[in-house]
């Protein structure tokens, strides 16, 4: 994912959910659960502060490098996590299906 426009709004919201609310995501925590909560709370908190300077300065081009420049990494991290935790969560979730039809 390189592109702003390839980031599914969907997938960067959830991320909300994942940090603030796990147990109502996750019905356990295992390794890639576990991963995805710890790619979701620093991308999250590198948003926040991005946001909050934005409100402060009310212009982009005045919030400080030092808080864009690891942005996009710590969103590639984070969609990685997502994308390799959904694989295997859909599948469950449709193995779940077939049995209750």
Known sequence: VTQPESVNVRVFLAAFMVAHFPSRVFESVEPLEQRLLDAAAPMLASFDAICASLQATRCFRDVP?????????????????????????????????????
């Open 65 to 101: 490098p030092a808080l864009t420049r690891p942005f996009p990494a710590l969103l590639l991290d984070y969609l990685q996590a997502f994308e390799a935790w959904k694989v295997p969560d859909e599948a469950k979730l449709t193995c779940r299906i077939k049995h209750a039809l």
